[in-house]
Structure formats: C-alpha cells, structure tokens
C-alpha cells in the first residue's frame, strides 16, 4: 500500500515536505537520513534534498545537492572569508538557487521530500534568505522537525531554553512544528521519561525547577514553558535516536498523520 495514496486533499501533483532544523550538531543529518531510509526501505516514494552548502560526509547521497550549487570552501576562497562569513554569504546565494530546487522538486515530483538544512540553523533560519527561501518552494505543505539534542536538553533550564528556541521558529515560520528529542541512547531512560513528563505535566518541572534554582529564576523559567503550551506551539514532542532508530515509528506516524492524514503506518 502507498501511504501517500490516503492523504488529504489538495494539489495532488505537489509534495509535501518534512524540514529538518536544529542547533548545529543536534542530528538534523542523521534525523534526515532516517526519515527517508524509513520510507525507502518500506518502498514509499520519497526523496531527500540537501540544502546544506558546508556538509561533509553525508550518510545519504542526495537527490538535490545544493553544494553542486555552492560550494562553501570555493565562497571561503573567491570571497576572502572564514567559515561563518562564508556561510552567511552562502545564505544569500542560496536565494538565487531557488528555481533550480523547484525544477528539481517538480522534476523528482516524490509526493514527500526530506530537507536537511545547514548545521548553523540561525544563518538559515533567522536571515531573510532563509525565510524567502522556504516560503518561495514549490511544497505544497510542509511541517518542521525541530531537532534537539537530548544531552543539552537534560537539564530543566535547557530543556525550557530548547523548547523557546522552537517556539521562536513557530513565531517566525508558523509551520506545523514537531520537535524531536534526539540522542536519548546516550540519556537514562529515567531521564527520557522525565522529560516527556515536563512537556505532558508541566507541575514535574515546576518542582524540578524550584528544586535547582533560585524561585525568581525557576518561575521566570516556568512561566515561559507555560507560554509555550498556552499557545500550543508544538503539534509533538517525540523523543527518537536517529542513530538507532530508537521511538522512530512514533515520529514516522506523526510525519504520516500530520502531510497525510493517515495513522496506519507505523510498522
Ligand atoms: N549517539 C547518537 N549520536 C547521534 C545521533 N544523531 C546524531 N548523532 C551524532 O551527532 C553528531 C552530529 O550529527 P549530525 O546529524 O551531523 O548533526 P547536524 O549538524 O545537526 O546535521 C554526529 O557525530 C552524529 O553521529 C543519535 O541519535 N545518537
Ligand atoms: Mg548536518
């Protein structure tokens, strides 16, 4: 069965796509490439782009690569920059590649594509080049998959600091956002489901909170996770290995029941 097939209505020509992004060394990589090795290997038709000029050692080989575009080392070189500059300059190139993603996306035409993005998610995320870059795709309805790294996020101030991260992104995308606890086979699972615990029943990390830190700084803290759920900013909250595929059908069902309304593929 072709779970695409089942979706919800719209432009049936056009793809969706799952935008992986997160702080440079979260996964967003490894969280790319298993997303789509997922559906490849249980034969759905999905592609995957890689909008990231600086990667090195991709563990998938790409059906876009934007480094055939722009070269991160060649813009280090021509323009006289370090990594950051050339980055940022890279950025702003990247708007002028616009036309030849989308002939790509039409011309692949796979009903879901998986867009890795650059490791510095501000340069991407927060210039204009980025937001003209995604609003300006030929996608007919994407969803975000905000990675964080589980090691940061163990501790309750970083979790809520990850958690207003992604809330800013909801601020300036308005995209349907998950985020994707990563790296939890390096965490106990005590702390997984402490974390889980803060997202679903918020009172755990309030006394968590007032347990660590001083009560001006843990209400300070509390109040701005309270903000986040006020608004429900996120659709999820999964935690995943991206490495060991660890909880990954539950983030494969999220991706399935949020582009394409269908709960029944998680095996
Ligand atoms: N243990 C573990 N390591 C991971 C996981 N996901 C990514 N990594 C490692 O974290 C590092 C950064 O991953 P990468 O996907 O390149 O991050 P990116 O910069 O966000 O694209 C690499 O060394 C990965 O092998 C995971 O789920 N578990
Ligand atoms: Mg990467």
Not at 98 to 126: A, C, H, W
Not at 187 to 198: G, I, P, Q, S
């Amino acid at each position: 069965m072709n779970i695409w097939s089942g979706g919800k209505k719209g432009n049936s020509k056009m793809s969706k796509a799952v935008v992986i992004v997160g702080l440079a060394g979260s996964g967003k990589t490894w969280v790319s490439y298993s997303i789509w090795d997922w559906f490849r290997n249980r034969k759905q038709d999905v592609s995957i782009f890689n909008l990231d000029p600086g990667a090195t050692n991709l563990p998938y080989n790409p059906d876009f690569d934007i480094r055939e575009e722009i070269d991160l080392w060649r813009v280090m070189e021509r323009y006289k920059l370090g990594p950051n500059g050339a980055l940022i300059v890279s950025m702003d190139l990247m708007v002028n590649s616009v036309e030849s993603i989308n002939k790509s996306i039409r011309s692949i035409g796979t009903p879901l594509i998986i867009i890795d993005t650059p490791g510095q998610m501000e340069v991407f995320l927060y210039r204009a080049s980025g937001k003209i870059i995604l609003d300006s795709l030929d996608i007919d309805e994407l969803l975000i998959i905000y990675v964080i790294d589980g090691l940061f996020a163990k501790d309750p101030r970083n979790f809520v600091s990850s958690i207003l991260l992604g809330g800013t992104l909801k601020m300036r995308f308005n995209f349907p956002l998950v985020s994707a606890l990563n790296k939890i086979d390096l965490l106990d699972e005590k702390d997984v489901k402490t974390l889980l615990k803060y997202f679903r029943s918020p009172l755990t990390l309030k006394k968590d909170l007032h347990t660590h830190y001083s009560t001006f700084e843990s209400d300070f803290i509390f109040k701005s996770f309270l903000l986040m759920k006020k608004y429900e900013i996120y659709t999820d909250f999964v935690p995943i290995s991206a490495v060991y595929l660890t909880n990954f059908y539950s983030l494969i069902a999220v991706i399935t029941r949020i582009l394409f309304g269908g709960e029944e593929y998680y095996s």
